[in-house]
T-cell receptor, first 119, second 119 residues
Framework: AQTVTQSQPEMSVQEAETVTLSCTYD???????LFWYKQPPSRQMILVIR??????QNATENRFSVNFQKAAKSFSLKISDSQLGDTAMYFC????????????????FGGGTRLMVKP | DARVTQTPRHKVTEMGQEVTMRCQPI?????VFWYRQTMMQGLELLAY????????DSGMPKDRFSAEMPDATLATLKIQPSEPRDSAVYFC?????????????????FGPGTRLTVT
């Protein structure tokens, strides 16, 4: 079974600064996919960024980037130039290729990190 | 702008009453997931469907919960009888699991959630 751990229940950052949210996972599979979802106070779950495990290059989406360390099974999210609108719960999620083949795109979620961006 | 819709957005009911939550997945998607989110348990997967067939509902209390997909455009989650401990936000998500024709699309798209309060 796969597990996803987010060790930081809460974090805060000053507006315009950079913050890194950590995520580790455990799996015996070699082919998998990692995601960061954002859940603002509106409760909507929004996909922020994704990473395929076979790709060595870290994914980047505007101010959001990841540091994917496959050997360490680590998948951290870096938010640059933090904005007030980044205040949200952030969930790390994981899916194996095998899960996808067998069951469709089923995700395993971490417990979440609540991020507060302060003005 | 395709999106997952859920109704109702909010529901307050008394213990013992039946509750039905509805979800309309994105047109063309063939996987549907039901999640429950609470402060204590975080995001829990309750059930999921692929091509309208239930693949796994082991996360769901069978004695009171039931999930169905009467057709490809509607998924329902029913609680009967409801209990105060069922109070939570219930999310529906849909995705496309179609390796052969569409390539590998592995994102889940979440609905806005139904906030259920059982008194």
């Amino acid at each position: 079974a796969q597990t996803v751990t987010q060790s930081q229940p809460e974090m805060s950052v000053q507006e315009a600064e950079t913050v890194t949210l950590s995520c580790t996972y455990d799996t015996s599979e070699n082919n998998y996919y990692l995601f960061w979802y954002k859940q603002p106070p509106s409760r909507q779950m929004i996909l922020v960024i994704r990473q395929e495990a076979y790709k060595q290059q870290n994914a980047t989406e505007n101010r959001f980037s990841v540091n994917f360390q496959k050997a360490a099974k680590s998948f951290s999210l870096k938010i640059s130039d933090s904005q007030l609108g980044d205040t949200a719960m952030y969930f790390c999620a994981f899916m194996t290729r095998e899960d996808f083949r067998n069951a469709g795109n089923m995700l395993t979620f971490g417990g979440g990190t609540r991020l507060m961006v302060k003005p | 702008d395709a999106r997952v819709t859920q109704t109702p957005r909010h529901k307050v009911t008394e213990m013992g009453q039946e509750v039905t939550m509805r979800c309309q997945p994105i047109l063309g998607h063939n996987t549907v997931f039901w999640y429950r989110q609470t402060m204590m348990q975080g995001l829990e997967l309750l059930a999921y469907f692929r091509n309208r067939a239930p693949l796994d509902d082991s996360g769901m209390p069978k004695d009171r919960f039931s999930a169905e997909m009467p057709d490809a455009t509607l998924a329902t989650l029913k609680i009967q009888p409801s209990e105060p401990r069922d109070s939570a936000v219930y999310f529906c998500a849909s995705g496309l699991a179609d390796i052969v024709n569409r390539g590998f699309e592995y994102e889940q798209y979440f609905g806005p959630g139904t906030r259920l309060t059982v008194t």
